[in-house]
């Protein structure tokens, strides 16, 4: 029996933490984590995969502090965009796929519509310009790849907007949210099971290697986002001294930071839905399934 393995970088991140799951049922999953390998340091990020000798590379690992990265331009590309182009090098000269992660900040957000993968990228800040030259020396080496562009990741594992609002709804009878930001907020259980169902169909044939977008169907702003996870946090019999009344809508320009954030951030997942045969859930089914993962007793 040919035993399949996956060298998987980021094995702590959010993302990370439910490819572990998701691929363990598929074959022989190493996960690493910075800890383990400085993807700024490229022998020893060779030197892993060249051991592992892996079917497939699962990057989930990336510098997300989006803000912080506006001073730290240095590292943010070494990790998003150096060390990508890597494991790009390394997969193809092993025959192996490499599944990487994208992002919607790629995009400017000032589109009417939703984004396909075939609109221009025009990041505006240093996380969305490393991680789209990330994507291009992907596609640019020849690997057999798949780039999953997504969008406002959460779950129950590492730190996360919903998770920031639930503790900031427990300590606070008030609270500004920003309002006129859109998109999809999707969790990283979502993403890693369509990325093994995903990860299945390339290895036997049935999906073509390149980039697609992958996020949760419909759409909220982050101030809507906030209402459905205080809402949600109350019915299920959550203390929270915050009321969904309470959330006051600000506008960007309210609540100014380092890095620009898209405006419009709503993905078109049209691509990967026909690809896989998939009806991608509304945003609103993990966001309830999550908090009640994190409210259990």
Known sequence: MNVK?????????????????????????????????????????????????????????????????????????????????????????????????????????TKAGTYTEDDPAHPQSVYGRTKYEGEQAIAASGVSHLTLRTS???????GNFLKTMLRLARERDELSVVADQVGAPTSAELLADVTAHALRSALAGRIDSGLYHLAAAGETSWHGYANAVVTEARALGAEIKLTPERIKAITTEQYPLPAPRPKNSRLDCGRISRALDLELPDWRWHVRRTLKELLQP
């Open 5 to 109: 393995r996956f060298l998987l970088f980021g094995a702590d991140g959010q993302v990370g933490w439910e490819l572990q799951r998701a691929f363990a049922p598929f074959g022989e999953v190493q996960p690493l984590t910075q800890a383990e390998v400085d993807l700024t340091d490229a022998a020893a990020l060779r030197a892993a995969i060249r051991s592992a000798k892996p079917t497939a590379i699962l990057n989930a690992a990336a510098y997300t502090a989006v803000d912080k990265a506006e001073a730290d331009p240095e590292v943010a590309r070494a990790v998003n965009a150096t060390a990508a182009a890597l494991m790009a090098e390394e997969a193809k000269a092993l025959g192996a796929w490499l599944i990487h992660y994208s992002t919607d900040y790629v995009f400017d957000g």
């Open 152 to 158: 406002w990741v959460f779950g129950p594992h590492g």
